[in-house]
């Protein structure tokens, strides 16, 4: 009974859509501690209710403020909530302004935290990531073709991709955030894989059936589109459901993959071809005979 006077008794949480609703249940009570005497509890021995003033005796006590410090410096934190569908990034873009303009003291600095604070701490490490996992695709690609330009070329497939991503997230309105860099590091290995298909392609044509290398690009552009658009089309249609659900976790995620492979696949397809045709259009063809 004093927790619902005081702070509240949670009961339960509801969800709607995304976020968590808190259901406490409060009683109606006054700011001063004298009528906190009023209220009414019920001893463990007795079990019947009885006001609180004729078990205890109620006076206010006063104690040190707790003088907060973060990194060895006072802190005063201000916390605020954002309203549903409103991103926080968005609203700190719109106020940062006005917040950069203010005179502070001498001695007195600000910091953003929250959501701002995390995004930094954690992009770092996935930096980092996606940088060791784009050595480790290159060295497999030079393992497995024997040649740096051929394995560059097949890894400039990652930067068509970008292009669709962004196109994607701006026409969304999601803003560049953790989920989007997590399906920007998918987005990487789906477009190499790509890129596999058809360089593997134009040179089987080239080496084993003796076309020119012009010939050899076109023709695989041709062949190897359907498995490419098929592979493409499955992963891009599967993520609709993350766009569809307007999330602001999940979103971000589902539209850089559907909108960065499509662009990816019609890019792949195009400029791929011409690329390995101007690098290795001066290579004598070896013919293999019958």
Request: charged share 15%; with cysteine; net charge negative.
């Amino acid at each position: 009974s004093m927790l619902t006077t005081t702070e509240g008794l949670p009961l339960t949480t509801i969800w709607e859509g995304d976020y968590p609703v808190d259901v406490v249940l409060y009683t109606p009570s006054s700011d001063e501690v004298s009528d906190l005497g009023n209220q009414y509890i019920t001893p463990p021995l007795t079990m019947q209710p009885v006001p609180l003033r004729t078990i205890a005796t109620l006076n206010p006590d006063y104690q040190e403020s707790t003088i907060v410090r973060r990194n060895g410096k006072r802190t005063i934190t201000l916390s605020t909530d954002v309203a549903r569908g409103v991103v926080p990034s968005t609203l700190l873009n719109a106020v940062q302004p006005s917040l950069d303009k203010l005179e502070l003291p001498a001695g007195v600095s600000m910091e953003y935290g929250g959501d701002t604070e995390g995004a930094v701490e954690t992009f770092t490490p996935m930096v980092y990531s996606l940088v060791i996992s784009i050595l480790i695709i290159f060295f497999i690609l030079l393992f497995q073709f024997h040649k740096v330009n051929k394995t560059i070329i097949i890894m400039s497939g990652m930067l068509l991709a970008f292009p669709g991503a962004a196109l994607g997230l701006w026409i969304a309105g999601y803003p560049f955030g953790l989920t989007a860099f997590i399906g920007i590091m998918g987005l990487c290995g789906m477009v190499v894989r790509n890129g596999i298909i058809l360089v593997d392609y134009i040179e089987e044509l080239s080496n084993e059936q003796g076309m020119s290398m012009r010939d050899a690009a076109i023709a695989a552009g041709k062949r190897r589109m359907r498995p490419i658009f098929l592979t493409s089309a499955a992963a891009a249609v599967g993520v609709i459901p993350m766009i569809l659900s307007k999330s602001l976790l999940w979103g971000p995620l589902g539209t850089v993959i559907c909108f960065g492979l499509s662009v990816a696949m019609v890019l792949t397809l195009v400029i791929m071809p011409v690329l390995y045709a101007m690098v290795f259009s001066d290579v004598k063809q070896s013919v293999i005979p019958e």
